[in-house]
């Protein structure tokens, strides 16, 4: 019922920048959090950072300061700004979101497919 669509990963030098967008589409009535993950190879996915229907963000200390998260909530889409990339952002960039669907009372959670972020010379 609701699809979450990933864009923007690609090959960047170290220091360089990108910007990812989550774009949610389906029977939304509205949608709550949304939020970046990342899963670098060997590891376990982590936030790297989340903004709120109202625009309150929270980041992941690694990447405070380097990167920036915002959104759309007409467009039903959140970015993620990602300056001063480092060798060790790179991972797989998933989103997620807490969507409220049109007659239901209670926010369903979804994943995208992720967007690949490598960061090398």
């Known amino acids: 019922q609701v699809q979450l669509v990933e864009s923007g990963g690609g090959l960047v030098q170290p220091g360089g920048s990108l910007r990812l967008s989550c774009v949610a589409s389906?029977?939304?009535?509205?949608?709550?959090?949304m939020t970046w993950y990342r899963q670098a190879p060997g590891k376990q996915r982590e936030l790297v950072a989340r903004?709120?229907?109202?625009?309150?963000?929270n980041y992941a200390d690694s990447v405070k300061g380097r990167f920036t998260i915002s959104r759309d909530n007409a467009k039903n889409t959140a970015y993620l700004q990602m300056n001063s990339l480092k060798p060790e952002d790179t991972a797989v960039y998933y989103c997620n979101a807490d969507v409220f669907l049109w007659g239901t009372p209670y926010p369903s959670n979804y994943w995208g497919q992720g967007t690949q972020v490598t960061v090398s010379s």
């Open positions: 389906g029977s939304i009535r509205s949608i709550n959090a």
């Open positions: 903004i709120t229907s109202g625009g309150s963000t």
